[in-house]
């Protein structure tokens, strides 16, 4: 257990509330399962990543030779680019469109089939692949029920949903439908199915389901009985489950299914656990806030949320510990622990017996490392950090999520773009149009202009509108069209390469009618958007690059306040050369406006 010194220390780098991750016990649950399931040959433990996709865990899955079980593109390609090996990675799932396929098959990974819309997608890669081997598993709709005949599955669901039915009339259309796709085998049968009750029988009825279809159905071809995961997990006493079974007592349910069948070819017996090895890997601590007494009930508010320790909201009250912030005598009674947002359910604790903790105290919570992280949303307040014991020190596996962490996916640009109007003295900004593109085009192909731009590409039609088209998802981009008080398009300015966490940006400006050249006009247009990005728009600094060769502008630009930051030699090829560039940069201090008239609407 942390001190309370300890845990002010963590916070400095860490913020409150944190996640604790102890990987000794995570890997402790890994050996424990490989030692109760090491006496079937060919053992395989495939992490269930839906669990806890923190990359450092499964950093340690993969160092441990463990196998990566995914059920989307994005937990694949998670998978990939923590160095799973693809060979090793099993891909599940209901929703598999496909390039998922494509993908896993090219890489030799397994693939579960859900439904029948897969077989189309397997089709299409036969086609596409003609005489490679196409090496894919099935997953099994399992029908766990007890001797009454009262459903076992999770919520007690008459049915579940996943996975082929294998009753005959059911299952002899999809064999069918298998021989009529060239080179396939099924050499993977998959049978997790979630149970309300995670008892030993159903891992018995699941393992002897698969056996009985590979043994009837293609005893020359499966290699792997993947029975799932689900199984319980090392389970506190305050979670008020009793006689939870052992790793040992699932591993010889399963085995003696398996040894029980007289085999062609052994297949490797799976398993995909997931809260069993991360539950009790993490724990979460949360600061307390305040104290209140309502209607002769304690309620103490902390900077966390029910969200961080349960996401589902269950009724248990999770394992937890009080460290008090000094050695101040505390009262004992019942209390209640409600969270940070304004749900009136977000309780992390309710009515519990002890220790009454004071504002400034901490209180840490153990098993909360299944489907917390995975499932808590940016909802009022940002995610926490993820922190894990290194040495003597703690090493930061994930950072407290910041404002533009949460909503740097979103597009900022698309009111700013409808709505601004910038009016000056001679000129007036307007957001960039659909129907300006042809007018822009001709502008940037026009060899005079082209000449003054920093850009070597002719631009196309078809081109330019796929990226107007994109233009408003692009937070970093705001582009507006310059034209005269009366209305006549005369240039193109905007902001590129916006940095909202930096609050920099890069500005540029092109007149595209050479009548209006000479005029002093560059000058109101640059400051007319300078202006508008410090006032309205948040920037803090602005730089802009041009080409050595154009003091025109470089005289425009630091009439405004510019400065010359460096030359970047050689930095870009026009025209077949490669040219030099000065940057420049303008901090919002240092700005001289160089119009009178300002209106933005």
């Keep these: 257990m942390l001190s309370c010194k300890k845990i002010i220390e963590l916070t400095s780098i860490s913020g409150s509330p944190f996640y604790l991750c102890d990987e000794k016990v995570f890997v402790h649950n890994i050996e424990r399962f490989r030692r109760a399931f090491s006496r079937w040959p060919g053992f395989i433990l495939a992490y269930s990543y839906k669990t806890n996709y923190v990359p450092y865990l499964c950093g340690i899955v993969r160092d441990k030779g463990c196998w990566a079980e995914v059920v989307s593109r994005m937990e694949y390609d998670l998978a990939v680019r923590i160095g799973q090996n693809p060979e090793k990675i099993i891909f599940n799932g209901p929703v598999k469109h496909y390039g998922d396929i494509e993908q896993a098959l090219d890489s030799n990974s397994i693939v579960n089939l859900d439904a ?189 949320s029910a969200f961080n320790v349960k996401p589902t909201f269950h009724s248990r009250n999770l394992p937890f510990a009080v460290i008090a912030q000094d050695e101040a005598p505390r009262t004992q009674g019942r209390y209640s622990v409600a969270g940070a947002t304004c749900m009136e359910k977000d309780y992390l604790l309710t009515d519990v017996s002890g220790t009454v903790p004071l504002i400034g105290d901490y209180l840490c919570f153990s098993h909360c490392g299944a489907y917390t992280l995975v499932m808590t949303p940016p909802f009022i307040n940002p995610a926490p950090a993820v922190v894990v014991p290194k040495g003597d020190g703690f090493r930061v596996i994930r950072s407290a999520q910041r404002l533009d962490d949460v909503f740097a996916n979103y597009s900022f640009a698309p009111a700013a773009k409808s709505a601004v109007l910038i009016t000056g003295d001679n000129v007036r900004l307007r957001p960039l149009e659909e129907k300006d593109l042809p007018t822009r085009i001709k502008w940037y ?126 930095e870009k090829v026009v025209d077949g050369q490669r040219i030099d560039l000065y940057r420049v940069g303008l901090l919002r201090k240092e700005f001289i406006p160089a119009h009178k008239i300002f209106k933005a609407e």
């Design 445 to 570: 192909n026009d060899p005079q202009v082209h000449r003054t731009l920093v850009v070597a590409e002719t631009f196309e039609l078809e081109k330019t509108i796929a990226w107007f088209a994109c233009l408003s998802r692009n937070p970093s981009r705001i582009e507006f069209v310059v034209e005269t008080l009366d209305s006549k398009p005369i240039g193109i300015t905007g902001l590129l390469d916006i940095d909202r966490r930096n609050r920099t940006a890069e500005c540029y400006c092109v007149i595209g009618e050479k009548e209006f050249w000479g005029k002093g006009l560059g000058t109101e247009i640059h400051s007319l958007l300078i202006r508008w990005a410090f006032q309205e728009a948040g920037i803090e600094k602005i730089r802009a690059d041009i080409r050595t060769n154009n003091p025109a502008i470089l005289k425009v630009v630091e009439k405004l306040g510019f400065e010359i930051e460096g030359t970047l030699r050689k």
């Design 116 to 304: 029948l819309y897969e077989l189309q997608h397997l089709g299409r890669y036969a086609m596409a692949h003609p005489g490679r081997p196409l090496r894919i598993g099935l997953r099994i709709n399992i029908a766990l029920a007890d001797s009454c005949g009262r459903s076992k599955i999770q919520n007690h669901l008459p049915v579940g949903r996943f996975g082929f039915s294998p009753v005959e009339e059911k299952f002899s259309p999809l064999l069918e439908a298998l021989k009529q796709i060239p080179n396939l085998s099924v050499v993977s049968l998959h049978g997790h199915t979630s149970s309300a009750d995670r008892s030993v029988d159903c891992y018995r009825i699941i393992t002897k389901t698969l056996a009985d279809i590979a043994q009837n159905y293609f005893p020359q071809t499966v290699e792997y009985i993947n029975i799932g995961g689900g199984f319980f997990g090392s389970v506190p006493p305050e979670m008020s489950f009793e006689n939870t079974p052992s790793f040992d007592d699932y591993a010889q349910a399963a085995c003696q299914v398996l040894e029980s069948y007289n085999w062609t070819k052994t297949p490797s017996l799976v398993i995909e656990p997931g809260i069993a090895l991360a539950a009790d890997a993490f724990s979460f601590i949360t600061r307390v806030i305040s104290l209140k007494q309502i209607a002769g009930k304690t309620i103490i508010t902390v900077d966390g």
